[in-house]
């Protein structure tokens, strides 16, 4: 019976650490769709631009907001934030990287 209540209690943290915890991945995902839509909006600036050279640069720079978007994205999910405990005020700093 004894062992049979620790196999039980090993399987359930067992369980429990494959969960991925109490993290919200949302949060991350509002991350990247923050720094998607700024991205978006520098490319929208490129497609406008006459000049071949600065619509380059401007593309570039959407690129890497777009790559320092996911970047936070993972990051958050790494550390598993539990968003249901944060402010308004804390996810949106989390949020855009403040």
Excluded: H, W, Y
Excluded at 74 to 79: G, L, N, Q, V, Y
């Amino acid at each position: 019976m004894r062992n049979l209540i620790k196999a039980a209690a090993l399987a359930g943290l067992f369980a429990l650490a494959a969960c991925g915890g109490k993290g919200d991945d949302s949060l991350g995902d509002n991350a990247a769709d923050a720094a998607d839509a700024a991205a978006d909006n520098i490319d929208a600036i490129a497609d406008n631009t006459a000049n071949d050279a600065v619509a380059e640069n401007l593309e570039a720079q959407a690129d890497a907001l777009r790559e320092k978007g996911e970047a936070r994205e993972d990051a958050i999910d790494r550390a598993d934030v539990n968003a249901q405990a944060m402010t308004p005020a804390q996810k949106e700093a989390v949020t855009n990287g403040l």
